[in-house]
């Protein structure tokens, strides 16, 4: 935002906010993504909406961005970009809400990255772009005020007397045309008939919260469109490195000081200390971690069977937050010892490396049974998105403490770490988009070795299950206890089979007739309309 200050007899100084400049392909491009993002998203769901007005907002940054631009040399504004494609494919193939996700994180990053070529933390990308796009609001009001003054009421008046005579002449003639030609007029009337049935349509449409939401595509546009540089995290991740560097003593050269050797004596010893303090917690978690890991591998790792009356839900849900929090813990432990100078203590280093090493590969053997303790809940109850979830979460993990290994013997920094763990999580968010895990859920619980169904969770699914569903009604005979309650629900409702059978008809016909009414070509997915015509077909 830029402010011009000038003083006139006025006491103290007016500002004048001047406006961002804009180019010629910006001015044309912002209202046009703003009618787009309305005519996309007005009372529409999520689908082939997103998917085109990610396109338009990628399209419009390539075109400006000049060739010899920075972003191009990166190889992170690349891999956003191949991953914003990928996500918004994965929306019109699937619709699905981490497909959703992936897309918009995808181009906030990219847009991150247009805006600081240089940034290598995507989280530091993305919380650019939305300090960019915050910077550029401010700059485009004055384009919204009324020209005022002498000077702009003199060019309106010279315009409007320039456009006047031409404007005339072309109703006299077209009024000729009319009374001389009859297809003309009929041509005319028509066009004049279905000009006033779209303004008739389009009033009563115009409402404060759709006025709210243009406003709403408008500004996202131009957040989108309009780069305005935005420095501080970019400033603020160039004060760290990839590697850790050794801190030394302050002291002054060229005589003008002399280097105080008891300070330095103190922190040798302070830092023997810190030494000794990580040896032994090494030593004493490594031998406590070591039974964990023995009795989880004799109990868990082969031929767990659960007695009768076994709590697997507490087995699983309690077991494996505290595991996970552990290993959390460990890899916070390490990081902390491995911070600074104590990567530099030759006498003590290798047992240190080692001691940590063995710490880390233990935590990834803790790791692996997490995984088990979750396994054996999907094999007994049933699949849900919290057991796709802890499973993403230990592919994470496993990669963390990867990279805490390269930390221990590379002496890699944390912001390295971050970096790394962040493109991780990028790659992880990719990988769930590309998932169809709703209907991967349906097929496995609705099998025939389980005795109790959650129908009510299969019911509160998007629409693509419903076809798995009405195949597989017949798995419905041989349950004991189906659940139809929704998830959430305060009280657990079951039913007999045939009143399963019932709900999941029920959900059927409302869906068969509510799709055609309420979905549109802007929320169009391939998942769901192959869904319907399963369900027309049958």
């Known amino acids: 935002m830029t402010t011009i200050s000038a003083s006139f007899a006025s006491p103290g100084p007016v500002v004048r906010r001047v406006p961002l400049p804009l180019t010629a392909l910006q001015k044309l491009l912002i209202?046009?993504?703003?009618?787009?993002?309305?005519v996309l998203f007005w009372n529409?769901?999520?689908?082939?909406?997103?998917?085109?007005?990610?396109?338009?907002?990628?399209?419009?940054?390539?075109?400006?961005?000049?060739?010899?631009?920075?972003a191009w040399r990166s190889g992170y504004f690349?891999?956003?970009?191949?991953?914003?494609?990928?996500?918004?494919?994965?929306v019109v193939w699937y619709g699905s809400g981490a497909a959703a996700l992936a897309c918009v994180a995808s181009l906030t990053m990219l847009l991150g990255y247009v805006n600081q070529p240089h940034l290598k933390l995507v989280a530091y990308a993305l919380l650019t772009a939305v300090a960019g796009a915050a910077r550029v609001l401010p700059g485009l009001l004055p384009y919204l005020r009324l020209p005022a003054g002498k000077g702009n009421w003199a060019r309106t008046r010279f315009y409007g007397r320039l456009l006047a005579v031409p404007l005339l002449i072309l109703v006299v003639f077209h009024i000729l045309f009319v009374l001389a030609n009859p297809v003309y007029a009929r041509l005319t009337d028509a066009v004049l008939t279905n000009l006033g049935a779209w303004l008739a349509a389009l009033l009563p449409a115009i409402s404060v919260p759709h006025l709210l939401f243009f406003l709403?595509?408008?500004?996202?546009?131009?957040?989108?469109?309009?780069?305005?540089?935005?420095?501080?995290f970019l400033d603020h991740e160039s004060r760290f490195g990839e590697f850790v560097l050794r801190q030394r003593d302050r002291v002054a050269s060229f005589g003008v000081r002399r280097p105080d050797f008891r300070l330095q004596n103190r922190r040798t010893l302070d830092l023997r200390k810190e030494y000794l303090a990580a040896l032994a917690v090494f030593g004493l978690v490594n031998l406590l971690l070591l039974l964990v890991n023995v009795i989880d591998i004799r109990w868990i790792w082969f031929g767990f069977r659960p007695e009768p009356g076994f709590d697997l839900t507490q087995f699983v849900h309690e077991g494996t937050y505290v595991l996970i929090l552990s290993i959390l813990v460990a890899m916070g432990i390490v990081l902390w010892f491995f911070r600074r100078n104590l990567n530099f203590y030759q006498q003590g280093l290798p047992a240190l490396r080692w001691g940590a090493t063995v710490w880390v590969l233990?935590?990834?053997?803790?790791?692996?049974?997490?995984?088990?303790?979750?396994?054996?809940?999907?094999?007994?109850?049933?699949?849900?998105?919290?057991?796709i979830g802890v499973y993403g979460f230990l592919l994470l993990t496993l990669f963390g403490l990867l990279t805490v290994l390269l930390k221990i013997w590379q002496r890699r920094s944390a912001y390295s770490l971050v970096r790394l763990n962040g493109l991780a999580v990028y790659a992880l968010l990719l990988l769930l988009a590309l998932g169809n895990w709703e209907i991967w859920i349906a097929r496995y619980n609705l099998s025939s070795r389980f005795q109790t169904l959650n129908l009510g969770f299969l019911l509160a699914m998007p629409e693509r299950v419903l076809p798995e569903l009405a195949a597989r009604q017949s798995v419905l005979d041989g349950m004991?206890?189906?659940?139809?309650?929704?998830?959430?629900?305060?009280?657990?409702?079951?039913?007999?089979?045939?009143?399963?059978?019932?709900?999941?008809?029920?959900?059927?016909?409302q869906w068969q007739q509510a799709y055609p009414r309420y979905h549109h070509w802007q929320s169009w997915t391939q998942a769901e309309a192959t869904a319907y015509e399963a369900i027309r077909a049958r």
Not at 31 to 38: C, K, T, Y
Not at 216 to 232: D, I, K, Q, R, S
């Open 216 to 232: 709403l595509g408008l500004a996202l546009t131009a957040g989108a469109l309009v780069v305005v540089p935005f420095h501080f």
């Open 78 to 90: 690349r891999l956003l970009l191949a991953g914003t494609l990928l996500s918004a494919g994965t």
């Open 480 to 509: 004991t206890r189906i659940i139809i309650s929704p998830p959430g629900a305060y009280t657990e409702t079951t039913a007999t089979p045939a009143e399963a059978r019932a709900a999941v008809q029920a959900r059927l016909a």
């Open 362 to 387: 233990q935590n990834a053997v803790l790791a692996v049974s997490v995984g088990l303790r979750n396994y054996y809940y999907i094999l007994h109850t049933e699949l849900a998105y919290k057991r």
């Open 44 to 70: 529409q769901e999520i689908g082939l909406n997103l998917a085109l007005y990610t396109l338009f907002v990628v399209g419009a940054t390539l075109a400006g961005l000049p060739r010899h631009a920075a």
């Open 31 to 38: 209202p046009v993504g703003a009618v787009l993002f309305d």
